[in-house]
Every structure is written in structure tokens, then in C-alpha cells.
């Protein structure tokens, strides 16, 4: 016969919600490693090295939960109120179109004793201590708030109401948002869509962060304006039988729309070089993919060539561009391989 006690644990199990246990704003990255490849985090000079944060009181880990659901991993500033970067496991889009003023904020960042880990509506009229609220970005001529994490990126309409937190938001110049860098987002998850597949299942790994200005430059006196933003993406092309991968980053400056700039598509290497940023490098499957950028191989079908172009950029090397039409609606960003030249 069944004790008591037995049957008191029974009912107890049956009635509590399998949800995490942990907090959202976590110790370590590590706790929401669901998000990174492999479970390792970028490294970031000065803040993430090793896996270890830098500065604890300051840089703060977020499981960014959402109805129970942990969505994708932001690291944020404290200090200068903005994310330094997020993480998310791509898995496609699903459907549905989120409000696009339906802001929240993390409850832990004010209290750490706070016990629900699910982000919140953020009060309109409020003055956080320790990250951007609303009033932040209102009438902010010339500025947009700009997300890491793209709303188009979450998986289905929840994954994409959850990247509506200002924790997941900079302060982006309006034109920069809506030129260059919006057709990166679509053009990067244009190719997630086609060639990030594992076995019928769309599966890629996505980083994006914004790296600060020295200069005291702020959003109403508060907010950090971030000189740059960068996205490194990577994934397993099953079709093709290799990891694929590559990055972008862009000055956060005004742009003339009627110009159609775009960003140069570079590799892992080059965004190590560049800025510092070592996304997926450390990873065992993934030595092949930092040395590599996206092919025309990798191009979708609806990407024709117009035009290749060769650029003699060493004496003994050639970078070859190709231009591709749109993706489906617009210009997409050149594609590049780079023959003979290692990166890691």
C-alpha cells in the first residue's frame, strides 16, 4: 500500500509547473548556455574572457524569459544601460507579428530579490537605476531603439514579443536601423532559413552585440550610444555537409537612405581582427567554420549572380564579390570567399 507520504508527493508533482527553477538574471552565462553553440560564450575583451565575466556588480547575465519560457541570453551593461550582446538559437520564424509598442524591462536588474523571473511591462514614466526604461527613448530625434536580437528572428509570435525588452535594446541611429542593417537582418535570415538545416530542422546559432562609446556620448543623459553594432551568425549546412558562418558590423552613423549602402559580409577571423570579438572559435566542430565565410554555393536559389567582381587585396591572393539580387524584396549584401587566406 501506497504511503502518504507517497501520495502527497504525487499530488504535489502534478500540480507544479515544469518551469526553470533558476532565476533570469543569472550568476553565469553558462546557466543559460541552451543559447551559445556548445554552451561557450563569446569572448569580449575586458568583460567576457575564459567564460568568466569581468566585472559582476556591473555586467549582469539574463535568461530572457518570457511567460515561463527562456527565449535567448543577453549579457548587459549596467552601467552604460545597454546589452552588450544577446544570444539565441535560431529555429526559424513560425508566424505572427508582435505590437511594436509593447516595451518591457528585467525586474532583477532593480531587485535582485525579486522573485519572478519573467520580464515586465515597463512603466512609462519610470526612472530605472540600473537599465534603459521607456522615457529613455522618447523623442529622441535622429535615434531609434535598436534591437540585437531581431523581432523577425524569435520563433513564432511569443519569440518574437520577448525581444521587446529593453534589455535587448541600444540606441541605434534611425537610418543605420532602417538601411544597412535591417537589410543584414533579412538577408543573414534569408539564408538561416535555406541552408540552416539539420535533418529538416532550421538550427543556427545567432550573436549580436554593440560595443560602447568612450566619448560620454548619451541618450537623455543616461543611456550609452553605442559607436558600433556587430552579428556573427553560424550553422551546419546539412546539404552541403559544412558549417557555415559569417559576420557583420557597421558603424552606428547616419546613413542616406537613396545611397541602398549595405554591409560587407566578412568572416569570424575578420571579426576577431577587427573588433576584438571571438564568436564560435573555441568550439571542437567548429575550427573549419571560423576559417570560412558563406560561398555562392550558399547563396539561395533566388540570389542570382549579376555581376562577379575581382579585388586584388594581396599580391598572391583575390577576394571575389558577387552581387545577388534580392532577397526576396530587396538588395541583398555581397557575399564573399576569400581563396587561400586562413582566419583563425
Known sequence: MMSMKMWYLLLLGAFLPIVPTEAEVVKSVADCGQFLLEAKPPQVPGILEGGKITDQNRYKPICQTYKDERKFLTLYDTKNRIPVFSALKYRGEGGGKPPSDEWMIEPQLENEEDKNKNMLDVERDRTYNNQAG???????????????????YGFQISGKMSTYTL???????????????????????????RHCTNNGVTEAYVVTGAQPNNNNKQLNNRVNIPDTLWSAFCCFDSKKKKWIANAHWGNNDPEIL???????????????QQLGIECFMKHSVLRLCSSQTLTTAHAPALLQPLRPISIKIFPFHT???????????FICLALHHVFGVLTV
Open 167 to 193: 534589455t535587448n535594446i541600444v540606441p541605434q541611429q534611425k537610418t543605420f536601423n532602417e538601411g544597412s542593417w535591417y537589410k543584414m537582418e533579412k538577408c543573414v535570415k534569408c539564408i538561416m532559413d
Open 258 to 272: 537613396s545611397e541602398k549602402k549595405t554591409l560587407p559580409t566578412k568572416t569570424l577571423g575578420e571579426l576577431k
Open 134 to 152: 521607456d522615457n529613455d527613448y522618447k523623442d529622441q530625434k535622429g535615434f531609434t531603439r535598436g534591437h540585437l536580437i531581431a523581432s523577425s
Open 319 to 329: 577576394q571575389h564579390l558577387v552581387h545577388y539580387m534580392p532577397c526576396p524584396a
